[in-house]
Structures are given as structure tokens and as C-alpha cells.
């Protein structure tokens, strides 16, 4: 069912900043930055030398949930990326099993990829991204 973590997700403040610190200070490889309006933030990925990426999300206004979430939790990790070989099959057999999610269908992520959201009261606090590219 899964195939591996593709990503971490970390909310950040500020993008600019943080992408110096990770990529000058600890030395992660920035790949590339995206807007994503409709979601209300803006993104980098950077590699980490393997599979697993760090995805660093900053806000875009005041209603973005990132926002929500630097407010409530301040800085840090946001959520889990796993990569999915078939996210409509993944997301028929969470419903079936009564898993709560944020996304009932998969959308369009950063790169083309088709992601949807489990929520973390189904997964013991942690907010779960299904990505399938
Ligand atoms: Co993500």
C-alpha cells in the first residue's frame, strides 16, 4: 500500500529565512519553491540525499491553516508524507474503515502530484499526507 516517506512537512514563519538556515547552515539541496494560492502557502522542497524529502511551508495570509497551526504549535513539524502507489484505493479502504480524513478525494500538490489529508485523530496526533506521483 505504501511505498515509502516521500516527506516531512515543517511550518515555518518565514520561508526566506528558513530555507538559508536549512540549506547554508545544515546543508540540505534546495530542488524548488512553490505557490500554492488555493491552499494559501508557499512551499520549498529540499533533498535530503535520499527518498525523503523536507518540505518547509510558510503561510500566505492570516486564513491559511498553516497560520492556524504556527498560532496554536509555533514552528516546527507539521506533517507525514507517504507515497502511495494508488490514492483512490488507499482513500476507499480508510473510508471503509471509518479513518477520518481532511480530504475526502484526492487534489493537486506542488509538482503535480495528487495528495490528500488523513486527519490527526485518526493517526495519534500526526497529520498524515497520502501523495501519489
Ligand atoms: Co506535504
Known amino acids: 500500500m505504501f511505498i515509502g516517506v516521500d516527506h516531512v512537512g515543517v511550518a515555518v514563519k518565514n520561508l526566506n529565512e528558513a530555507i538559508s538556515i536549512y540549506q547554508n547552515v545544515l546543508g540540505f539541496r534546495l530542488e524548488g519553491i512553490h505557490v500554492l494560492s488555493e491552499r494559501g502557502v508557499k512551499v520549498a522542497f529540499l533533498s535530503s540525499?535520499?527518498?525523503?524529502?523536507?518540505?518547509?511551508?510558510e503561510p500566505l495570509g492570516s486564513n491559511s491553516p498553516i497560520a492556524k497551526f504556527l498560532i496554536n504549535r509555533g514552528e516546527g513539524i507539521h506533517h507525514i508524507a507517504v507515497k502511495v502507489k494508488d490514492i483512490d484505493g488507499v482513500?476507499?479502504?480508510?473510508k471503509r474503515k471509518g479513518v477520518i480524513l481532511v480530504d475526502e478525494k484526492p487534489r493537486i500538490g506542488?509538482?503535480?502530484?495528487k495528495i490528500a489529508f488523513v486527519h490527526p485523530k485518526s493517526t495519534k496526533g500526526v497529520?498524515?499526507?497520502?501523495i501519489m506521483k
Do not use: H, N, V, W
Not at 540525499?49 to 511551508?57: M, Q, R, V, W
Not at 482513500?91 to 480508510?94: N, S
Not at 497529520?127 to 497520502?130: F, G, I, R, V, Y
Open 49 to 57: 540525499g535520499g527518498e525523503t524529502k523536507i518540505e518547509l511551508l
Open 91 to 94: 482513500l476507499e479502504d480508510f
Open 110 to 113: 506542488a509538482e503535480g502530484a
Open 127 to 130: 497529520l498524515l499526507e497520502l
